[in-house]
């Protein structure tokens, strides 16, 4: 699949033309509302309820490395000596800061607060300190603890109250109050768009299936920064029905569909289509993945600050090994794939590490071969053309001999 046969959505202006406004508007549109900072796996109905405006630093990253500028900002950051063992997302992000001259759109506008949250990552703490550290304005960092065995009464409580201090927080920050009613709001505007990306996602069980993991990385956008809008909404009710009418006309994202393939960890943004060319050329398409239903934990009805902690506990990679082991081969039984290919990526140790017992383990549940492929999400660096392309034809080969 070259990238001029790609079957693009014909939905993609819009969601330019919606993360464009976001961007804009975390600049010029906020008439005097604070502006938070804040990490991918953070309780933002929350902030949206006390009107602060949101923007995410690992979002921008992504953006940074799908447009091609993130090793540079990279080794910004790592002249001013931030180690090239840090996480790309951070260096790229803090490179953007330490230099807005060199970054996409000038960098993120300055923050009046910080918010973090440790249920994706623990680097997420030490970056959001240097940034505080930087702009002299507060951090709040949200503790949910690992869950080993499943949510537990003791756990919920926990997080229950950090979500109040949180509150108080942000309360303390913006002479905000918080208004129950509007959170509630909030909570119900963000289900529906889980509810329909959830939707989208599960569309691609029809054969052949209405999109590739390139669609999947690029749409997920407005269900992380624009969580709790009406734009969310009415973006992915506009992509439900165009990829309902994929399914129903029989169009498929790959043509001559084939192989059925399971993708595991964050997307390489740096070469995004070229490196999913390596297997389309084949037939093969990336029907589910692990990356994309990182926020696709609605709120339940009822206590919203239980519901929250519940949903922003049970994040995917804040749980263990065995959850992945029986989300993956779920996946795998759910979409009919034939294999699986898992991103073992040099800047997410959490998403990274235990990948071969993962690996080991899904095979021998599900019987089907698995493919380990060594990259990073944004540092192009780290990415080595033919290594991957040797690897890809070896695996698709065994594919084609079943």
């Keep these: 699949m070259s990238e001029k046969r790609y079957r693009k959505l014909e939905t993609a202006p819009e969601l330019r033309r919606l993360m464009q406004w976001h961007y804009l508007s ?7 509302r604070k502006l938070a ?3 991918s796996g953070a309780p933002v109905e929350i902030l949206r309820a006390m009107d602060v405006v949101v923007a995410y630093p690992e979002n921008y990253a992504a953006l940074c490395g799908a447009q091609g500028d993130a090793t540079d900002l990279c080794q910004i950051a790592e002249g001013q000596g931030y180690s090239a063992d840090v996480c790309s997302y951070a260096r790229t992000h803090i490179g953007s800061v330490l230099d807005a001259t060199h970054a996409p759109l000038r960098g993120l506008p300055e923050p009046d607060l910080l918010i973090c949250c440790n249920n994706i990552c623990g680097t997420v703490i030490k970056w959001f300190e240097a940034l505080s550290l930087h702009y002299r304005v507060p951090l709040f960092v949200l503790d949910t603890p690992f869950l080993h065995d499943g949510m537990t009464a003791a756990v919920r409580d926990y997080v229950v109250g950090q979500l109040g201090d949180m509150i108080r927080f942000v309360e303390s920050t913006t002479c905000r109050p918080l208004d129950v009613r509007r959170l509630d709001e909030m909570i119900h505007c963000a289900n529906e768009a889980l509810l329909l990306w959830n939707g989208i996602r599960e569309l691609c069980r029809a054969r052949p299936s209405p999109l590739n993991a390139p669609d999947l990385f690029v749409c997920m956008a407005p269900i992380v920064v624009l969580r709790g809008t009406a734009q969310a909404v009415r973006y992915y009710r506009h992509l439900k029905t165009e990829v309902e009418q994929r399914v129903k006309d029989g169009v498929g994202a790959v ?3 084939r192989f059925r393939l399971v993708w595991d960890n964050i997307a390489i943004w740096h070469h995004l289509y070229r490196f999913y060319s390596h297997f389309s050329k084949y037939g093969a398409c990336f029907v589910a993945d692990t990356y994309t239903g990182s926020w696709s934990q609605t709120v339940s009805k009822g206590d919203s600050l239980a519901s ?3 949903a922003y506990t049970a994040i995917y990679l804040n749980q263990s090994l065995q959850q992945r082991v029986e989300l993956m081969a779920g996946m795998i039984n759910d979409y009919q794939a034939q294999g699986f290919v898992m991103h ?9 590490l235990g990948q071969q017992v993962v690996r080991q383990a899904v095979i021998a549940r599900t019987g089907v071969p698995g493919l380990i492929i060594e990259a990073d999400m944004n540092d192009a660096r780290s990415y080595a053309e033919e290594p991957i392309r040797t690897r890809v034809q070896a695996f698709m080969e065994t594919l084609e001999a079943v």
């Design 255 to 257: 043509p001559n569909e």
């Design 344 to 352: 073992n990526n040099r800047s997410c140790k959490p998403y990274s």
């Design 308 to 310: 929250l902690a519940d």
């Design 37 to 39: 900072w804040v990490s």
């Design 26 to 32: 975390t600049r010029h549109l906020r008439f005097g």
